[in-house]
């Protein structure tokens, strides 16, 4: 074995000012923790400018591993993400950039597998934070295997992650037609407009028919009210679970930030908390776990099975013939969001969404049932996807797990990982 400082460089990052718009909204990437939420970089926010590059940051090259070595983050987890192409990186950040003997694909996913004793040996700040020293880092082991045999094992290791990704982002894409077209029906009553406009239809005649002609004197489309999320979804449905009674459980930690799917729920007694099945949308109603966005559409239970979690979820089950995915639409609309945020009451440590506040939010709906099956139509199918989607993820990132340990230690040899790899992937 040789050592990880002797198979990389370790570079330094920086931030450019944040007050100088000239550093800024230019063509590069820059990444700190708030954004290194994927395994593989490529194109994300924000970015710096070459007067932002040169007055402040560093330019770590395609290929280069980026590690997290100092804030409170890691002690919830440790970000490990592979650049696809160069990108800017804040003092917080180590990039580690194979030598010349070393395949840098090979090389992240070797400090990938060292996660055990990355969480084992997380140092502290003054002020509290989590730290990784340089000289321990350097020191980590590194194994003596030829570049071929590197490039091979890379290769067959970012498999499983490139389809991960991929399948991230594509449920991004799902996600966002679904907020579009809500937006487009709901918010800015693009069908009418068009009518009005006498611009061609966009939709399929059946559903095109099913939309005012015109805007009434309150510009909301003719025949259209004025009414409030309570008309169409029910907040804090009541459930039946018997204490002491298995069922499936979500904490907070469970919800995701961004994305509609939480992680597969843990079975326990129910003892107290909110209750919910398939098809409702779990609100975080606590500071700051709804500034964080924490919010998910439940897909994940059986038939028929009620689940259960945090007192500090807010339920939300749209009413029939509304589709069920709207309420998760809703909830994580801006506008709404703002809307709960600054409705919440209590102490400034510890401030809660009302129930009430959240029934009460405005919006302008049609009265006629056919547009709410229309609306189905068009994003049930959207979120059907999205739910294969995060399963396939789940299998993915269940048997990378278990392989990638034993394909880096060489317990599993390349052919048998290329098998496995292919029944998968």
């Known amino acids: 074995m040789s050592t990880l400082g002797q198979a990389a460089e370790f570079l330094s990052g920086g931030t450019p000012k944040k007050g100088i718009p000239e550093f800024w909204g230019g063509s590069i990437s820059w990444y700190s923790a708030s954004n290194m939420t994927r395994r593989f970089l490529k194109g994300d926010e924000p970015k710096i400018t070459e007067a932002g590059l040169a007055a402040g940051s560093r330019l770590a090259p395609a290929g280069s591993t980026l590690l997290l070595v100092r804030g409170s983050g890691l002690f919830n987890s440790i ?15 180590k990039a580690i950039c194979a030598r010349s003997h070393v395949d840098p694909l090979f090389l992240h996913f070797w400090i990938e597998s ?69 937006k487009d029906w709901f918010v800015d009553f693009g069908p009418t407009r068009a009518k009005i406009e006498g611009r061609a239809p966009y939709l ?26 309570a008309d169409i979804i029910e907040i804090n449905p009541t459930e039946a679970l018997k204490r002491g009674e298995r069922a499936p459980y979500l904490d907070m930690a469970a919800l995701p930030t961004d994305g509609a799917t939480p992680n597969l729920p843990l079975e326990r007694e129910f003892t107290s908390g909110m209750k919910f099945r398939n098809g409702d949308t779990l609100l975080a109603r606590i500071t ?31 009413r029939s013939p509304v589709p069920s995915p709207i309420s998760y639409i809703l909830a994580r609309d801006p506008s709404f969001r703002r809307h709960a945020i600054q409705s919440m009451t209590g102490t400034s440590g510890r401030q809660r969404v009302r129930a009430e506040a959240v029934e009460q939010y405005p ?17 049930d199918p959207i979120f059907e996807k999205i739910t294969v989607n995060a399963g396939e993820t789940r299998a993915l990132a269940a048997t990378r797990d278990l ?22 992937v």
């Open 363 to 379: 919006l302008i709906l049609p009265t006629s049932n056919a547009i709410w099956q229309a609306f189905g139509w068009m994003i």
């Open 403 to 424: 392989l990638l340990p034993k394909l880096m230690s060489g317990e599993i040899r390349i052919k048998d990982a290329e098998k496995i790899i292919g029944e998968v």
């Open 204 to 229: 399929v005649p059946d559903i095109w028919a099913l939309f005012p002609e015109r805007l009434d004197d309150e510009r909301k489309p003719e025949g259209w009210k004025t009414g409030c999320i």
């Open 288 to 318: 700051p776990c709804l500034e964080n966005g924490k919010t998910a559409f439940v897909q994940c239970l059986k038939d028929n099975t009620r689940g259960w979690g945090s007192t500090e979820f807010i339920v939300m089950r749209a």
């Open 79 to 93: 970000p490990i993400c592979f650049a696809d192409e160069p990108v800017a990186f804040n003092q917080d950040v």
């Open 114 to 182: 060292l996660r055990r004793k990355l969480n084992e040996n997380i140092g502290v700040t003054g002020i509290g934070a989590g730290k990784f020293d340089l000289g321990f880092l350097q020191a980590l082991p590194f194994p003596d295997i030829s570049k071929g045999e590197q490039e091979r094992i890379g290769r067959l290791a970012s498999l499983f992650d490139r389809k991960i990704d991929l399948n991230h982002r594509l449920n991004e894409t799902l996600e966002a037609m679904a907020r579009a077209i809500f």
